[in-house]
């Protein structure tokens, strides 16, 4: 089974030479430290900046130098930095080729649910109905079940909708998995789990094909 850091790990092996890449709030933020040396990859954040680099060293931070989740980052050499309307204009005009978000349900048809539990308070939806909308490329990063232990890969999601049929892949604490034809397709199973373990926790369509492979990291 996957820590937050292991998921972030797995995820940062979808990121390829050359790609423009969006990292949401959460998990995400943490694909950024392990990205392959020996590749080139523009991180992007909807708060104005592109070249975002790993996360800085404690006592190495700069409060003026932020993502969209107000976490302090790094930039790289030659990042460029600029208003957000500039940033959704990158967005909207599908120059991002992935985008990594966080979700609370995602559903077998691909929608995802990523902002608001009715009854709690929230800022508001931020960036994500934008990326959602604009990113042919979608990877959400996620626990595969809440804390009371309910599968958050369901038939059809319950919360509020960010997206509808927009997500690619998912790769959670126990799996990695591919949203094609209305189901969930094992691709890799984590460290340690069994495809039981994997059935027992995802409520909606899942098709396994063969025998799954656990993920390398």
């Known amino acids: 089974m996957l820590d937050k850091n292991g998921i972030a790990q797995r995820i940062a092996k979808e990121v390829k030479n050359g790609y423009y890449v969006n990292l949401g709030i959460g998990i995400p933020t943490l694909v950024a430290n392990f990205v392959r040396d020996d590749i080139e990859v523009e991180f992007q954040s909807e708060n104005g900046i592109l070249g975002m680099g790993p996360f800085p060293f ?9 993502n969209a989740g107000k976490q302090t980052i790094t930039a790289l050499p030659g990042a460029s930095f600029f208003d957000s309307s500039m940033s959704f204009s990158m967005i909207r005009g599908q120059h991002v080729d992935l985008t990594i978000l966080g979700a609370m349900e995602v559903a077998q048809n691909g929608d995802i649910a990523n902002w608001k539990i009715p009854g709690k308070m929230v800022k508001g939806m931020g960036g994500a109905m934008d990326l959602v909308a604009s990113a042919e490329n979608i990877i959400v990063a996620m626990m595969h079940t809440n804390k009371k232990g309910e599968s958050k890969l369901l038939k059809q999601c319950s919360l509020p909708l960010t ?19 209305n ?16 059935k027992q926790a995802t409520e909606g369509t899942l098709i396994i094909d063969g025998e799954v492979p656990e993920m390398q990291l």
């Open 163 to 181: 997206g509808v049929g927009c997500v690619t892949k998912i790769v959670t604490n126990l799996a990695v998995l591919e949203i094609k034809d």
């Open 183 to 198: 189901a969930f397709y094992l691709v890799e199973r984590a460290p340690g789990v069994s495809v039981e373990d994997i």
């Open 58 to 66: 404690e006592g190495e931070e700069d409060a003026d130098l932020i």
